[in-house]
């Protein structure tokens, strides 16, 4: 990875900030193009403010002129696309915003890594590589047994899995149209450090240290395929510098879990951490709320392909993962606080109570 360039998409949000934090610790020079909306922060970059290692950059992938710009300048060795609208419950007040982002942009990234690597020399044209961050949504919703794998049909049910989906198949199409050398993987639920509070596991931590009602959609059995972020970051790397040009790898954390099962491990966690002055456990203030309009019962990976053709796992079990995510959190309240002056208040999207 030393003396590699890379051009990181999304790289101030979640995934892809913690992404590029550890690429520019292993000595990659990371092009950093974010557009900042409302879960971009770069308050997770704070430790590479004077690293020669980061150029950040502000805007969108749908912006060509300045992607090509940042191509012909910074001549990079590959193309991480992390940039993408990703939670679902917006995605059912606004769509629209996904489909710009998610498709629109994707197109218009693929594009202009398109004609930047037809312009390479020979042996800088062979290595170069364009990847692709997705996520196992696209695959639909499995019943009570079953995982995706690689082959699973697509098959969509939020305008968010949608609008990923749409940007897999173009990312495909323009493998086996111009010859565009792309990965893509399609990754479980991701949690750790500096991710936006609107999703499951901060919003809990942050709900019952509040002393708020913590809400459980439903009854609380969806279930999920729980990968630490870190986890995440080195399974792409190991894609980026092994993986067969056209392929898809799916990246999973072998930790299926309930959701509630989830609310309820973070609680106790908070109980040994920060018991409530009353006495009372946290999981006193779960409150069940109504579902999400076409909630997916459960997803679950088939991480095989990845483990027999790159030789990757998960490092990181579940319990030691959450457990240092709730010390992360208790310890950087700060971060959290700033996002909470903003325009979020740890209110529900997507139609819901």
């Known amino acids: 990875m030393a003396n590699k360039t890379w051009l990181v998409t999304g790289g101030a949000g979640f995934i892809g900030g913690n992404f590029v934090l550890d690429a520019v610790a292993a000595g990659v020079k990371a092009i950093n193009l974010d557009a900042l909306t409302y879960a971009g922060n770069l308050d997770t970059l704070k430790s590479l403010e004077n690293s020669p290692g980061h150029v950040f950059v502000h805007g969108g992938i749908g912006d060509r002129a300045l992607v090509t710009q940042l191509l012909t300048e910074h001549q990079p060795d590959a193309i991480l696309n992390f940039a993408a609208e990703s939670h679902v419950d917006r995605s059912i007040d606004g769509p629209a915003a996904f489909v710009q982002t998610n498709v629109v942009g994707t197109l218009a990234l693929l594009e202009c890594a398109r004609d930047y690597w037809r312009e390479l020399p020979d042996a800088r044209r062979d290595a170069f590589r364009f990847l692709h961050v997705s996520t196992d949504e696209v695959y639909g919703s499995l019943g009570d047994t079953g995982l995706f794998t690689e082959t699973t049909p697509y098959a969509p049910n939020s305008p968010y899995s949608a609008s990923k989906a749409a940007s897999d198949h173009l990312v495909r199409a323009f493998h ?164 909470l002056d903003g325009n979020y208040r740890l209110q529900r999207f997507g139609g819901g109570d």
């Open 176 to 339: 086996h149209t111009y010859g565009l050398p792309v990965l893509t993987t399609n990754c479980s639920n991701n949690y750790g450090p500096y991710q936006f509070p609107e999703k499951l596991i901060p919003l809990v931590i942050a709900k019952a240290v509040a002393g708020e009602p913590i809400p459980v959609y439903g009854d609380g059995g969806n279930v999920r395929d729980w990968l630490f972020v870190r986890d995440h970051c080195s399974a792409i790397v190991r894609v980026l510098e092994a993986g067969r040009a056209g392929g898809v790898y799916n990246i999973g954390g072998n930790a299926e879990r309930r959701n509630l099962e989830v609310v309820e491990a973070i609680c106790g966690l908070l109980d040994e951490r920060r018991p409530r002055t009353d006495g009372k456990p946290r999981a006193s203030q779960i409150s069940f709320v109504r579902d999400r309009p076409g909630h997916d019962r459960r997803y679950a990976i088939d991480a095989g392909k990845i483990r027999d053709e790159l030789g990757w796992t998960p490092a990181t079990r579940f319990q030691d993962g959450l457990a240092a995510t709730v010390d992360w959190y208790l310890a950087n309240t700060a971060w959290t606080q700033r996002i």
